[in-house]
């Protein structure tokens, strides 16, 4: 194993002589990111192809489109975000200027997941670069032809004493760990997260962990049930339902849950009429989550698919209904296209249901009904989510994205990826014309000026 110490010591180096600094060179780097990975699209197709069967398409507009989206968004709006920012100063220090200036965190270190291997791995990248920091950058060993790809685009565009990239398991994570960085980003599962914030926590390092869990859909019958069913099966089936984000299980209100299965039939068998064999339709990973997957199928009641393929690690888009609370599909994130349905009687009673679990990354809900819409959203804590539709929400650089409690601190995506990765300094610049005498002793009966002023 490499001397990955050694390797933070180059950057920490490198940080000191203030090189990753520059808007110039910020912008730069920034510029051959992007080039780098254009230059490659083929291959980063052709590896997504490898690693979990996505197709083009699937892999422009999850992956290549947004990393190139948020490098593009950070390029535009670099000058704006590390400007000075003046703000007002109050009465008692009226003669001098306040402001704040934007400082990069330092040499940080980024976790990727291997769901969306790309997307995860180069958006908390190009916002390193774009707040000049360094950074130790580590995929997950899964998704293998992606983080063979990256490790070479990265070694050939930035030296290692800015960028590096480690491929590995374990081993590499713990080592990796062990090290003080001055920011970790983290995304993966709650599980892993925990650790890290840990071991982060032994250095007061500060971290941002994008996490996962069971996000739910909340679907009470007053929109279209096949607009429905096309938007929540289109956000489900997405990386065959490896996606942080996608809809875990819906609580529908009782009495549609007939038109709904019946809808989510007709739409999934129009997305994918033979799922098994289709070309366009994602793989699991790998075998350890595929037969995961499968024991969650086996013994429930199966209303649509189920059926699977072990040598293509394919599995049908596949609903269960009914579900109890209790089932073994209902007490961990599914992480594949498998989606249990529950009915709710009352508003109340579905959010009471969720506010009872782990406050989620996401939630959906399809709804005409205005006040039920604002009721789920002032009361039940969650990351982000969409109305009448699902997962859509990422894809706006304008808005920030993270988790809350186990799902997550910190957000990032934009601007706020910008702030994730630096920090700001208050300064008070006071001016030297004049000198106030009122807060230097003798205080006398000063305290009378003082309260008028305070
Ligand atoms: P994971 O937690 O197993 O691994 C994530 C990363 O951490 C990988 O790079 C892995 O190599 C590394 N890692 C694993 N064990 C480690 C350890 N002990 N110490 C340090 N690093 C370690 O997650 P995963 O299986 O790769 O991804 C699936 C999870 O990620 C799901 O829970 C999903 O919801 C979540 N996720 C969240 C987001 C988000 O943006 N919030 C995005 C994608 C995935």
Redesign the pocket.
């Known amino acids: 194993m490499k001397d990955y110490s050694a390797m933070l010591a180059k950057q920490k180096e490198f940080f000191l002589s203030g090189k990753t600094l520059p808007y110039k060179a910020r912008k730069e780097n920034l510029g051959k990111l992007l080039s780098a990975l254009k230059a490659n699209e083929d291959a980063i197709i052709a590896a997504l192809h490898e690693d979990l069967g996505k197709s083009p398409f699937e892999s422009y507009a999850t992956e290549i489109g947004i990393a190139y989206g948020e490098i593009r968004y950070l390029m535009k709006h670099l000058r704006k975000l590390m400007a000075k920012k003046r703000v007002a100063s109050p009465i008692t220090i009226f003669k001098a200027s306040s402001y704040t200036v934007s400082e990069p965190m330092g040499n940080t270190l980024i976790?990727?997941?291997?769901?969306?291997p790309l997307q995860?791995t180069i958006v908390p990248l190009a916002a390193a670069i774009a707040g000049g920091n360094t950074a130790i950058v580590?995929?997950?060993?899964?998704s293998k032809s992606t983080s063979a790809l990256m490790a070479r685009i990265i070694s050939e565009t930035f030296s290692e004493e800015y960028i590096a990239l480690v491929e590995g398991?374990?081993e590499e994570?713990?080592a990796l760990?062990e090290l003080r960085y001055d920011m970790i980003f983290?995304?993966?599962?709650?599980?892993?997260?925990r650790?890290?914030a840990e071991k982060a926590a032994r250095t007061l390092t500060p971290c941002v962990l994008?996490?996962?869990?069971k996000s739910p859909v909340i679907i009470d019958g007053t929109l279209d049930m096949d607009l429905t069913a096309r938007r929540l099966m289109w956000g489900k089936l997405l990386n065959a339902g490896q996606t942080?984000v996608g809809p875990d299980y819906v609580l529908v209100k009782k009495g549609y849950e007939d038109a709904l299965i019946s809808a989510i039939r007709r739409q999934s068998a129009r997305m994918y009429p033979e799922p098994l064999s289709s070309e366009e339709y994602p793989k699991i990973i790998n075998e350890k989550h595929f037969d995961r997957l499968c024991s969650l199928i086996e013994g429930s009641e199966v209303a649509l698919g189920g059926a699977s393929d072990r040598a293509s690690r394919k599995i049908e888009p596949t609903v269960l209904y009914p579900v109890k609370e209790t089932d073994p599909v209902m007490q961990e994130?599914i992480?594949g296209p498998v989606l249990p349905i529950l009915t709710y009687s009352s508003l109340d009673e579905a959010i009471a249901f969720i506010r009872k679990r782990e406050k989620p990354?996401a939630l959906y809900i399809f709804s005409k009904d205005k006040a039920a819409i604002g009721k789920v959203h002032s009361s039940v804590s969650f990351g982000g989510g969409c109305v009448n539709d699902t997962v859509i929400h990422l894809s706006n650089p304008r808005l920030p994205?993270g988790?809350v409690g186990a799902?997550?601190m910190g957000a990032y995506h934009g601007r706020r990826s910008f702030e994730s990765f630096t920090r700001r300094k208050s300064i008070v610049n006071e001016a030297t014309w004049i000198d106030l005498p009122i807060r230097f002793a003798p205080f006398g009966n000063k305290i009378r000026l003082l309260r008028k002023l305070m």
Do not use: A, D, Q
């Open positions: 976790f990727s997941p291997w769901n969306y995860l580590k995929p997950s060993r899964y398991g374990h994570n713990t760990l983290f995304t993966g599962s709650p599980n892993v997260g650790i890290v994008e996490l996962g869990g942080c994130e992480f990354l994205f988790g799902s997550g």
